[in-house]
Antibody, heavy 125, light 112 residues
Framework: EVQLVESGGGLVQPGGSLRLSCAASGFTVSSNYMSWVRQAPGKGLEWVSVIYSGGSTYYADSVKGRFTISRDNSKNTLYLQMNSLRAEDTAVYYC???????????????????WGQGTMVTVSS | QSALTQPASVSGSPGQSITISCTGTSSDVGSYNLVSWYQQHPGKAPKLMIYEGSKRPSGVSNRFSGSKSGNTASLTISGLQAEDEADYYCCSYAGSSTFDVVFGGGTKLTVL
């Protein structure tokens, strides 16, 4: 069965750090583009970060310089290291697989076709 | 990138059809046929319902359909059922040298 399972969320003080994990089964993380998407309480979805199959990484401006996406191929697991956390980072964090399509000979994002169940991160003193 | 614009809420009675709009710009929705739609029930993860503007993943009911005109994409749900009551989000590739994806603000669908 193809699935993603997140873990690592919790309560952290402002300025603190947290590492989220996303274990995949049924497919290979390193062969896919993988993203983190978050949802603040009562709000909409916000893309956070992506790691390409080739290893390139990109971030939303709101987390650039504070968050780091990575993966462990041996564990088939995606990670999100979150440092210098702020109250506005409070959200449910989802990992998701990027479905790709080729446009002008370049693979680009088509949709997020597989989602994890999410893990809650609360930044508060 | 600015968020795509969706109505905050729509409603319909069982058996009716409803349409949710998603308005972007010529840089995202208007330039690419890469709009996706997600259904999210309370406390649950989003679920992909439509990709590439009008294609349905395996297992998604054919009551769900997608279309696009200019800078506006639309999701139509026909034969409304109680279980369709959920939040719906559109998303579009916005095309740039770096990864660029933009979501809509979401629409709450109420089945009366």
């Amino acid at each position: 069965e193809v699935q993603l399972v997140e873990s690592g969320g919790g309560l952290v003080q402002p300025g603190g750090s947290l590492r989220l994990s996303c274990a995949a089964s049924g497919f290979t993380v390193s062969s896919n583009y993988m993203s983190w998407v978050r949802q603040a309480p009562g709000k909409g979805l916000e893309w956070v970060s992506v790691i390409y199959s080739g290893g390139s990484t990109y971030y939303a401006d709101s987390v650039k310089g504070r968050f780091t996406i990575s993966r462990d191929n041996s564990k088939n697991t995606l990670y999100l290291q979150m440092n210098s956390l702020r109250a506005e980072d409070t959200a449910v964090y989802y990992c998701a697989r990027d479905r790709l399509v080729v446009v002008a000979a370049t693979p680009v994002h088509d949709a997020f076709d597989i989602w994890g169940q999410g893990t809650m991160v609360t930044v508060s003193s | 990138q600015s968020a795509l614009t969706q109505p905050a809420s729509v409603s319909g009675s069982p058996g009716q059809s409803i349409t949710i709009s998603c308005t972007g710009t010529s840089s995202d929705v208007g330039s690419y046929n890469l709009v996706s739609w997600y259904q999210q029930h309370p406390g649950k993860a989003p679920k992909l319902m439509i990709y590439e503007g009008s294609k349905r993943p395996s297992g998604v009911s054919n009551r769900f359909s997608g279309s696009k005109s200019g800078n506006t994409a639309s999701l139509t749900i026909s034969g409304l059922q109680a279980e369709d009551e959920a939040d719906y989000y559109c998303c579009s590739y916005a095309g740039s040298s770096t990864f660029d994806v933009v979501f809509g603000g979401g629409t709450k669908l109420t089945v009366l």
